[in-house]
């Protein structure tokens, strides 16, 4: 038996894991998926202050009791996901992302995106503290492999992400904690991931140590609705 706490990305609450979940507990294991604060039924409580910490603090509230976890973070979860593997490493038997990876220290998700993307999102803030949810509108090959139900459920049920979590970065330690990681990889070969790390790409490159591993899941950016349990079997 092992313990998940499976972090949803941007926009996304815990909902977005149901199927995943479901495969991982029929298999006998305990799963507890988060709804960071501010997101799906926490939209409530969303806020200027709401942060990359306070989701930190969402996520360690959802390993409580609980040692030896398996922390999984999709898409723009990874800078508090990489902050709570950086910070308690003891409490981690694996950290796994899901179609990400660790931002380089200091460097926000707002920041790794292109200039267009960027301005977009500044256009797309809704009254000072949130990014609103994009149009998931099909065709976008981010979003392959998507049923029409699925894409009526998504649509429906994405809320605003806090901006601050959108802008803010976190400093990560100079001595990283070898803790086992792994990439699972939807939207990019692996192939290419090891020639990115091989060139010394400085978002790639610190993914070269031995404790990371890498295995393709081919599909959209959304695994966990186009592919839920072919995710949790690699889970």
Known sequence: MTNYVLVPGFWLGAWAWDQVAQELR????QVRAVTLTGLAER???LSPEVGVETHVADILAAMDGWQEVVLVGHSGASVPVTAVADRHPERLSRVVYVDTAPLPSGVAVID???????????????DGHALDA???EPGQANFAG??????????AKATPQPWGTV??????????PATPKTMIAS???VALIRELI????PAFAPLGTPEWTFVELPTGHWPMFSRPADLAALL
Not at 26 to 29: I, K, M, P
Not at 167 to 176: F, M, N, W, Y
Not at 198 to 201: F, M, Q, V
Request: aromatic content about 8%; overall charge negative; charged content about 20%.
């Open 112 to 126: 790794f995106n292109d200039e267009d993307t960027q301005k977009v999102w500044h256009a797309q803030v809704v």
């Open 187 to 189: 939207t990019m070969p």
């Open 146 to 155: 998507l049923t029409e139900e699925q894409w009526a459920r998504i649509h």
């Open 43 to 45: 939209a409530g409580e």
């Open 26 to 29: 029929a298999a006998g294991h």
């Open 134 to 136: 994009p149009s998931f």
């Open 167 to 176: 802008t803010q970065s976190v400093r990560r330690p100079e001595q990283i």
């Open 198 to 201: 091989a060139s010394g790409n």
